[in-house]
Every structure is written in C-alpha cells, then in structure tokens.
C-alpha cells in the first residue's frame, strides 16, 4: 500500500509519555489510521526527551549519515509532514490551532470513557467527511495510541505490519547489528541463534512484589485480548465453536517464567535453549544482574558486547538522547535478526522485535519462529486461523506467522 493522493485533511496526534518502545506503537496507529482514512498525518518537533523518538528536526538532518532512522520507505509509503517540510508552512494555521478550538466532535479523547470515541477507526469513519473535520482530526489522549480498543486495518486496505515494514534505521545502525550477528554466527558454526529479550522485574523501581504484580498484569493483557478476540472466534471457529480459552492460557503458561519479566533455568531446559545445537544471544532493558548470569552460564552472548564506537553520535544537544535510543536499537534490531526469538509478553521492546521480525518473514515468505509473536498480533485484533484452536485441541506453535 503506498500513500494515497489528494488527502482529506490532516490527522494530528498526541504522543505517549513513555519510552521508545511506546513511542513507536503510538506512531504505528497514527500512521495507518492515517491512511486507512487517507488523510495526511503531521508530526510535530519535540523538545521533550521523553517525546523524542530519534526523528530529523531539518531537511539536512534527514539526510545526514547519522540520522537515527532512514525515511526515504516512509515517505514513499505514507503521507505525513514534519515541521521544516514546505507543506508545513502553508498549513501551518490548521495544524498549530490549540485543539480547544477545534469543533469538539473532531478530537477523539479516550481517557474520557466517551463511549462514541471508544473504538478510533468506528470514530474516524464518523468524523471523516464531516466538514466541520475536513481540515483536521485530532487525537487526544494520556496515553497516546500505545493501548487504544484493538483493531484490524485490514478491512480499510492496510495491514498490521504496513508501518514496521516501511520503518527503516539508519545504515550506519544496521551495520553494527550485522557484524555482531554475523560474528557470533561464526564463532558458533551449524548452530541455530536463539535471540531472548528479559523484562527486568524492578522495572519501576518498586519492591519486588509490586513490580511482580505490575509486569504480570501487563503479561495478561496480551493473554486477555487474544482470547476475548470475537472476530477471530466467529471467522475461525463459527457460531457454535469458540477459541479455546484454556489452550490460549496454556501455552502462555508454557512459557514457564517465574514471572512474566524474568527468564528461569526450567525455561531454558525445557526449551532446550541451551542445547549444544543453539548458541543463545540475550539482551535485557534493564540488566538484572542474576537473570545475565543464568544466561552466561548457559554460554550466551550479551548484545552489549557489541560496543558501540562506530556510532555516528552528532555532537549537539540531544547527543545523549540520540546515544539511548541508538544502544536501545541495536539491542532490538540484533534480536530480529536471530532465527529464533523468546521475548517477553509484559515488554513493549519484545512486542515492538516482533512487529519487525513479523513483517521480514512475511517479505522473505517465510514462517517466524517465536514464543510470542503470533499471540501479540493476535492481540492487536490481526490474525490467521491456522494459529488458532477450536473447541479442543491445543493451540499450535507460535512460530507460525500470522498475518
């Protein structure tokens, strides 16, 4: 699906305030609300580091060898302005107009439990050819679009993985990633590379068993949201027949983690990770020092083995900011390139190496292989029913891509 001509009006949209991972789940519903309703999305400039996902704030740093994400893919795929583009100056009426003065029926604010606005695509199609919306919807909310009602796009023509197919880092990010891959696939010829992301569980700085309480309820919302899939149900399973709640919660369990952020020696036995045809490599967002020894035991590489001198950091005030995402990156985008990946399902980084993992084997035809992947699509409201159990049976392995 490439971007679509003669826009309606524009889409403007408030940013999550949370980290990357967030960040980019927020911009991944923008984008294709934008253009499932084929309207032209804008993204304003930050100065705020948590707001900051890495974008250009010029024309020349969108072009420079060290900007963080390459966009030539989304430009082609998507229509959408940033704040130096020339589209920019001449609606720049429209898209800075505080959004208490927009007609309230053009911004959606979810937070306020507004039945009407509760499910985004059904409030965009109300609001799309409303004149009083021609020129602009806004979407409003605290917690930006990372957990907006689920949806499929499908049925507008644009599929789940459009924006992570299409979201392309920077050269000088990759080659790293590539290196350090291809090293470790060297050093451990014939063997499968098993990639793994853990969740720490102090997370939040909290006591243990708070944060415990808080990464599984996090966990279950996958869970919850593929089982209660209706549409799934109905189209797969029929009237009479529902998706089989127990095999879902099953093969959660199956994980075997002591809590859905930490990784445990049964898991890696039972999963053979550490058989003497796997070479692990693993990777933590907030490196919880007794899960990284239970992986060095077992021979796995840590990504942050890596280095990251050959960085193109620019030397300006966002230096440090721009140093984060980019170390936060090549951890991710090593864990898409492994042949397997065990990720966490209370983690929005595990859910964001699915997305990218997802749309390459849909490119090179082939099936992902992941303890997670299918069951997070399915979540969003997208799936396929070979992945799903009617009425009895077990569920099959998520290694099978869903799209």
């Excluded at 989304?74 to 100056?89: G, N, P, S, T």
């Excluded at 499929?152 to 990010?173: C, N």
Aim: contains cysteine; aromatic residues 10%.
């Amino acid at each position: 699906v490439d971007a679509k001509s003669s826009p309606v009006g524009y889409i403007t949209f408030e940013r999550f305030r949370g980290r990357l991972n967030n960040q980019l789940i927020t911009y991944d519903w923008a984008f294709r609300l934008s253009l499932s309703f084929n309207r032209r999305l804008f993204i304003s400039n930050t100065e705020e580091r948590e707001l900051w996902i890495g974008l250009p704030r010029s024309k020349k740093e969108e072009h420079e060898l060290g900007a963080v994400w390459d966009l030539r893919s989304l430009r082609k795929r998507f229509d959408f302005v940033m704040e130096y583009d020339e589209a920019f100056e001449a609606d720049k009426d429209i898209l800075t107009k505080p959004f208490e003065e927009l007609d309230p029926k053009c911004v959606w604010t979810y937070e306020y439990g507004n039945e009407d606005n509760n499910i985004l695509p059904a409030f965009m199609e109300s609001r799309n050819e409303l004149k009083e919306c021609r020129n602009r919807i806004h979407l409003r909310t605290f917690m930006g679009l990372v957990h907006p009602k689920r949806t499929d796009t499908r049925k507008f023509g644009v599929g789940p993985l459009v924006f992570w197919s299409a979201l392309k880092p920077s050269p000088y990010l990759l080659e790293p990633v590539h290196r350090f891959i291809d090293g470790v696939r060297q050093n451990n010829p014939g063997k499968e590379i098993v990639g793994v992301h853990s969740r720490s569980i102090n997370s939040y700085h909290e006591a243990q068993t708070k944060a415990i309480n808080r990464c599984t309820r996090l966990a279950m919302k996958v869970i919850t949201s593929a089982v209660l899939n209706q549409k799934a149900q109905k189209s797969c399973c029929g009237e009479r027949k529902g998706l089989v709640q127990s095999d879902l919660e099953g093969a959660y369990n199956r994980l075997k983690l002591y809590n859905p952020c930490n990784f445990t020696g049964e898991y890696i036995k039972t999963h053979q990770l550490g058989s003497s045809t796997k070479q692990i490599v693993y990777a933590s967002d907030h490196q919880n020092e007794q899960v990284d020894a239970l992986f060095k035991s077992y021979g796995a590489v840590s990504i942050k083995e890596m280095g990251h001198s050959s960085f193109h950091s620019r030397k300006d005030k966002h230096k440090r900011w721009r140093e984060n995402i980019e170390m936060v990156l090549t951890d991710m985008l090593s864990l898409v390139e492994t042949d397997h990946f065990h990720g966490s399902p209370a983690s929005t980084l595990s859910h964001v190496i699915c997305f990218w993992r997802l749309s390459r084997a849909r490119f090179e035809g082939t099936d992902e292989k992941s303890n997670l992947c299918s069951l997070v699509l399915l979540s969003t409201g997208t799936f396929e029913c070979n992945t799903l159990s009617c009425g009895s049976g077990s569920m099959k392995e998520f290694h099978q891509l869903a799209y």
